[in-house]
């Protein structure tokens, strides 16, 4: 297998910068705000700034028309990859007063994403077309701005709806921003960090300055770098030049390494100086550590062997859509690192900025993949269509955008791109390895398509060979092993699992729509193909203890038995197993809309509900991957008309025994080894409980216990002040419970929020695949006992008070203080 190197980085070094567009110029102008939308396409006339936009909506950006649409199964045009809501074409204006102190200053108007086939205007001027949804760029207003009013146009083309395999959105959903500078400036994305040397005591770096000076204006480059105190750790100052491109080395004393346990950075200052003057300056983040990547150990990390304990995650949210507030954002990967999650990958396309910084900030690795498909389109109306004229420019667009943030490891270019031709892989390889030295892979390919795995087609031009369903499968990690033992593995989307939040079953489900399957069992062809593929998952009990679940197909039983070919604690096991395999990134994280075949709205895969309340199978990663002590015991314990019967009560831990007590009540201690504990109980009301202990020590406790009749409304939130004229966010997750505060598990009372004060309804949701209501209303029913409310303060400050009411409920007040 020539052309797939061995990669023994041995001491494989990048020192790393996170992006941070708000400074990427020497004064920066948030532009987000007052934009006026139209939903429709009222032609060209729209770009004129005279034209009578009084009717159009007024609103804030970043903005996701989709998510305000309502499902319908045909008539969007949308179909069960890109999820049921509306696309269609929408114009964006936005006029703005020209600021005197322009004068003389280069003007460039910068988007972080448009969500697709835009085209921008200023003044009537064309300034260009993006087809990509997913690439920031940025346009040069100077030429066409005048004194007074000046005026912004947008049209956004999703008129062509099947343009994903999963929900994207529609629309100006990433931030906008105004870069006022000198006209000799730093280029846009235009600074690269790279180790040339790191020694026990110190690093030497090379600092790249990629500048915009048609004039070649003698100007001089000057890089320092603080630490998290500004405190100047290292200063560098170039010699007075006109080129555009300028690099400096800078020695840094004892950095310390950056790393999911220890997220530090350091700030890079570069300035461009002329004759004293300060032209231009961007801070960045930055951070240091190394990567080593090998076929004999895997992956290290600061020299330290680190299995990758990665999910795949869409960029979208929930109620929000594509446009996800920071708090949002923040909420989600806070939940993931929690988790003992320490790698992401961008499933399948660039994220925002704010992600990678985040990442950067927070400590979590990042798999960043670029592309879906490549030429040949997977979806009618998506990217592949203009792959062949677009690919080179978006490509190097997004390797200068993140090649400089600690948390990016690897480069991806494509997903289950399948038997495509060998001379594209080669192309995109060659692009990366010319603008970064991180090594390249991509999505494995997915068998269920009648895919016979060729490795050396498939990969043959790739620094590291990714996996996904095909490294679920029986023998396969062992076959590509005996195979090809110099290369370099991950397990790109291993394993595939179902899951549905407050839903169980103890009969063993396996599921996948074009993959044989049990119902099957009376083709011995079909079911002795299965049996020999798939990894065996016992079922809990011979008699089925939850027969009434079976009314509804689309839920996927929570016990970590509902699976494509492999259960969540037996992937993660071979994960382990194998030393030359570098981890693994699990499909998915969270539940994300699309891919679900109608009335769903979403699928099964995530380890967390599309509302973002977690699953059982979220506490199972958190035993195998974090190393705070934890205990989870599952089921609920709310059953009635079942007592006597044996519950499976399993328990998840990281610990070195768990005791388990019905009505307090000893049933005995198990020790962990590595494998679920389960016990037989036969039901009876009252409380469970599971204490975990290290040694003689309990170290953790948790509990379920009964619920009587649902009473009133609990809510729990990520805060409660917020500040006015802002992004943030309220996060309210509200329980149904009984009149003992227990949480009421099978409760599906709607509830209606009346908003007082500044304060506006975002969205809401509450979990359930098959609940298709729309997220903007002012109401909820809620799914297993729970929903969320999302809201946003308005421009003032006050008090906002927010009523919850159901017919049977209690009534809940919950108050926001505004700043």
């Known amino acids: 297998m020539k052309y797939i190197r061995k990669l023994n980085y041995k001491w494989f070094l990048l020192f790393l910068c996170s992006f941070i567009a708000t400074t990427e110029a020497a004064e920066v102008v948030q532009f987000d705000a007052g934009w006026k939308f139209y939903l429709g396409d009222p032609g060209e006339k729209a770009i004129s700034a ?80 993006r087809p990509n949804g997913y690439i920031g760029f940025e346009y040069d207003l100077t030429p066409f701005l005048k004194e007074g009013d000046n005026c912004m146009a947008v049209k956004v083309d999703h008129s062509k709806p099947l343009t994903g395999r999963w929900y994207t959105g529609s629309g100006i959903y990433r931030h906008v921003r105004l870069n006022i500078s000198s006209p000799v400036h730093i280029a846009y994305s235009g600074i690269s960090f790279q180790v040339d040397t790191f020694l026990p005591d110190k690093a030497v770096c090379s600092v790249g300055v990629s500048i915009v000076n048609p004039g070649k204006e003698k100007v001089r480059v000057v890089s320092c770098l603080q630490d998290t105190d500004g405190r100047v750790v290292a200063r560098t100052t170039g010699s007075e030049s006109g080129s555009a491109e300028n690099k400096v080395e800078m020695s840094v004393t004892s950095p310390e390494r950056w790393s999911p346990e220890n997220s530090v950075v350091y700030t890079l200052v570069c300035k461009l100086e002329k004759e004293g003057k300060v032209l231009d300056e961007v801070r960045q983040f930055v951070g240091f550590r190394s990567l080593e990547f090998s076929p004999e150990f895997g992956f290290k990390l600061n020299g330290k062997v680190t299995k990758l304990k990665g999910v795949c995650d869409h960029h979208t949210a929930g109620a929000v859509g594509a446009a996800v507030p920071n708090d949002i954002l923040h909420y989600r990967l806070k939940l993931l690192k929690e988790m003992g999650c320490n790698a992401i990958r961008t499933a399948h396309n660039p994220f925002s900025p704010e992600f990678y910084t985040m990442c950067d900030t927070m400590g979590l690795m990042v798999l960043n993949e670029g592309l879906d498909g490549w030429n040949t389109p997977k979806a009618a109306d998506d990217y592949g269509n203009y792959f062949d004229e677009w690919w080179e420019r978006d490509m190097t667009d997004f390797i200068k955008r993140d090649r400089n943030h ?200 995530g380890i967390i509900d599309v509302a973002a309340i977690p699953k059982d199978a979220y506490y199972l990663y958190q035993s195998l991957w ?62 469970i409980e599971a204490r975990a202990k290290i040694g003689n020590e309990i170290v953790a406790t948790d509990w379920q216990q009964t619920a009587s009749s649902p009473y009133s409304v609990a809510f729990s939130a990520n805060k ?54 729309p997220y903007k209303q002012p109401r909820c029913r809620s799914f297993r006992g729970k929903c969320v409310l999302l809201v946003q303060p308005a421009d003032v400050p006050g008090e906002a008070v927010i009523t919850v009411r159901s017919d049977k409920l209690k009534e809940k007040k919950i108050t926001l203080d505004i700043k």
Not at 470 to 484: I, L, Q, T
Not at 630 to 646: F, I, R, S
């Open 406 to 605: 600690p948390s990016v490891i690897m480069w991806s270019i494509g997903n289950e791109v399948n038997n495509a031709p060998s001379e594209i892989q080669q192309k995109l390889v060659n692009l990366f390895h010319s603008l970064d030295s991180r090594p390249v892979t991509q999505g494995g390919v997915d068998p269920t398509r009648g895919m016979s795995v060729d490795y050396e087609k498939n990969f043959g031009m790739l620094d590291i060979v990714g996996f996904n369903g095909n490294g679920e499968e029986v023998g396969e990690f062992e076959k590509f092993r005996k195979d090809f033992p110099t290369v370099c593995a991950v397990a790109t989307e291993v394993p595939h699992t179902y899951q549905t939040r407050g839903v169980y079953r103890t009969k063993t489900q396996w599921r996948r729509r074009d993959f044989p399957a049990p119902w099957e069992k009376g083709d011995p062809v079909k079911w002795d193909q299965f049996e020999k593929r798939v990894f065996p998952i016992p079922d809990l009990s011979e008699e089925e203890f939850f027969p009434e679940e079976a009314v509804n197909t689309y839920y996927q039983s929570s016990y970590d038995n509902a699976s494509v070919r492999i259960s969540i604690r037996k992937a993660w096991q071979r994960t382990c197993s194998f030393p030359w395999l570098m981890g693994e990134f699990r499909w998915g994280s969270f539940d994300y809309l699309g891919e679900a075949e109608w009335p769903q709205r979403c699928g099964n895969f």
């Open 626 to 687: 974090s190393d705070k002590p934890m205990v989870h015991l599952l089921p609920h314990w709310t059953h009635t008309g079942k007592e006597g019967k044996a519950v499976p009560v399993v328990v998840y831990t990281n610990c070195d025994s768990v005791e388990l007590f019905i009505n307090n009540v000893s049933l005995g201690t198990k020790p962990y080894t590595g494998e679920q504990l389960v016990w037989y109980v036969p039901y009876e009301a009252g409380r």
């Open 720 to 773: 409660l002040t917020l500040q006015s004229g802002s992004s943030d966010v309220a996060r309210l997750e509200l329980d149904i419970v009984d009149r003992d505060g227990i949480l009421c598990p099978y409760a599906s009372d709607e509830l209606s929020f009346e908003l007082q004060g500044p304060v506006r309804l975002l969205g809401v949701d509450n979990g359930d695949p098959v609940d298709m209501f």
């Open 50 to 129: 005279d034209y009578n936009d009084t009717a159009w909506r007024l609103l804030n950006l970043p903005h996701d028309w989709s998510i305000e649409g309502t499902y319908e199964q045909t008539a969007n045009g949308t179909d069960w990859q890109s999820g049921y809501l509306p696309a269609g074409t929408g114009w964006y204006r936005k006029t703005f007063a020209y600021d005197p102190a322009w004068k003389d200053k280069k003007v460039r108007i910068q988007f972080d994403g448009i969500y697709l086939n835009s085209e921008v205007w200023i003044n009537g001027h064309s300034l260009g077309k």
